[in-house]
């Protein structure tokens, strides 16, 4: 007779087909059934099934220590969550991103694979659960209320490492392309308006000081996250777990990730609030903003090429149109761009559903979940794409800059420590109605001798203070 494909489970709604194949069991199965909406899986997120695997390795250690669980059973689940943090049947996770249930699905996916596992390893067969039950084994001393968001926590914390690994890069990249551009003068810029000279080298430093200031805001929110509620169960009250399980396993779970997990002082306080997800999302978008002003720069300083700023060349990438020869679109700022929009739309939706949480439980976690990840995911490879497609290949046009610097009006600002404010905004007004340069206009109303104002123009002086002050010239004169 042929094998059945299937075996049968059942659980409180009543009997199911689960593929005889599967790890996973029943209720895994009615979340494939209920949901699919995102059509994003658990498994498309490594680090999700890996913190899981951490977090409930931890609670087995912790059930095992207080004597609980005894050594057979609690040395199987070990040895199943090891497997899974080395990468094995993460193609057992395939429950949808968006779900209802606050995480139950999750929780009971992992509680599943893990038993069924551990079965195995026991020498008995899948669906055995009289040998090592998902719920009572796996998840004892548990609830997916205190597993889930110690769950997600860890995973964020994961991604954050990466983040910020992509984000250094960027910054290295601009503190490179600074010092090879130290000697670049153009003219910057206030209001889209000719302000006053500087070189390429103090705007790349400062773009990468302005992102640096991210790694430290990024470190202080995600520190946030490393107060968990493991042992507070449904409610936060401790039901079900043996005394001194909730700070023993909050320092398992800190020795096996390297991570200073400390256990909440209230966890009916901590098992519904999200607001340390709230502040991290909020750095994320911080993050993005910066990110996407930068990148709206780019894009104005490499606009042209003939009819706009053209002061730097971005490395052309494609094609830039189906109908105009020769068109090539700043494509990577672009897709950065984009990248920051969907990051600041996450956290807004990260906000409401903060806010939705009600009494002792936040239900709308799995889609804070999803948003937090895919920030995280788009934000590290959009720098590591700008970085390596676009600010390592960027060159300046310097003789144009230089050209521009000179027949800019906006230099008198740098005679005004010589000839006085007013009479500098004569001469402005002077030279753009006439059409003259400000250089002409000062010589002809004798306002500096040449060589005062050669040396007050000269643009390199113009990056520096000034010792010379109006005050020794008649500012009516």
Same mark, same amino acid.
């Given at each position: 007779m042929e094998e059945k494909n299937y075996r049968i489970e059942s659980d409180l709604l009543g009997e199911l087909k689960v593929p005889a194949a599967a790890y996973y069991g029943v209720q895994t199965?009615?979340?494939?059934?209920?949901?699919?909406?995102?059509? %994003?899986?658990?498994?498309?997120?490594?680090?999700?099934?890996?913190a899981i695997a951490y977090v409930k390795l931890a609670a087995i250690q912790t059930n095992h220590a207080l004597g609980v669980i005894n050594d057979e059973i609690s040395g199987a689940i070990e040895q199943a969550c090891k497997e899974l943090i080395d990468g094995k049947l993460h193609d057992q996770f395939p429950v949808d991103m968006m779900q209802g249930g606050a995480g139950t699905s999750v929780n009971m996916n992992a509680n599943e694979v893990i038993a069924n596992r551990a079965l195995e390893i026991m020498g008995h067969k899948k669906g055995e659960y009289q040998y090592c039950y998902p719920n009572d084994h796996v998840n004892c001393g548990q609830s997916t209320n205190d597993v889930y968001p110690t769950t997600i926590r860890l995973a964020v914390i994961r991604l954050n490492k990466q983040l910020v690994a992509s984000l250094t890069g960027l910054i290295s990249s601009l503190r490179y392309k600074a010092d090879e551009f130290k000697e670049a003068i153009k003219m910057g810029r206030t209001q889209l308006q000719d302000a006053v000279p500087m070189t390429f080298g103090q705007e790349f430093n400062a773009y990468a000081d302005?992102?640096?200031?991210?790694?430290?805001?990024?470190?202080?929110?995600?520190?946030?996250?490393?107060?968990?509620?493991?042992?507070?169960?449904?409610?936060?009250?401790?039901?079900n777990a043996v005394p001194g399980f909730a700070k023993l396993c909050a320092a398992n779970l800190s020795r096996l990730t390297g991570e200073n997990f400390i256990s909440s002082p209230d966890l009916v306080e901590a098992t519904p609030d999200t607001g340390a997800y709230v502040s991290y999302s909020s750095a994320l978008k911080r993050l993005a903003v910066k990110l996407s002003?930068?990148?709206?720069d780019l894009r104005l300083m490499a606009s042209g090429p003939r009819c706009g700023l053209h002061e730097i060349n971005l490395p052309a990438m494609a094609p830039g149109s189906s109908i105009m020869?020769?068109?090539?679109?700043?494509?990577?700022?672009?897709?950065?761009?984009?990248?920051?929009?969907?990051?600041?739309?996450?956290?807004t939706t990260i906000t409401f559903a903060?806010?939705?949480?009600?009494?002792?439980?936040?239900?709308m976690e799995p889609v804070i979940t999803e948003c937090l990840f895919e920030s995280e995911i788009?934000?590290?490879?959009?720098?590591?794409?700008?970085?390596?497609?676009?600010?390592?290949?960027?060159?300046?046009?310097?003789?144009?800059?230089?050209?521009m610097v000179k027949h800019s009006i906006g230099i008198v600002t740098a005679l005004n420590p010589y000839i006085g404010y007013k009479n500098s905004t004569k001469v402005a007004k002077e030279a753009f109605d006439a059409g003259k340069s400000v250089y002409d206009v000062v010589l002809e109303k004798e306002l500096m001798t040449k060589e005062e104002l050669d040396n007050?123009?000269?643009? %390199?002086?113009?990056?520096?203070?000034h010792k010379f002050s109006y005050k020794d010239r008649d500012p009516e004169k």
């Open positions: 199965q009615r979340a494939l059934n209920n949901y699919h909406i995102s059509r %994003k899986r658990m498994r498309d997120y490594p680090d999700y099934v890996v302005n992102l640096e200031e991210e790694l430290l805001n990024l470190e202080r929110n995600v520190k946030l996250l490393h107060e968990i509620n493991m042992g507070g169960t449904a409610i936060g009250t401790g039901l002003k930068f990148c709206n020869p020769g068109k090539v679109n700043p494509v990577i700022p672009e897709v950065v761009n984009q990248t920051c929009f969907k990051v600041i739309g996450n956290d903060a806010e939705a949480g009600q009494l002792e439980l936040n239900v788009w934000l590290s490879n959009a720098l590591d794409t700008l970085t390596e497609k676009c600010v390592l290949g960027i060159t300046v046009n310097k003789e144009h800059c230089i050209d007050a123009l000269d643009p %390199k002086n113009m990056l520096q203070g």
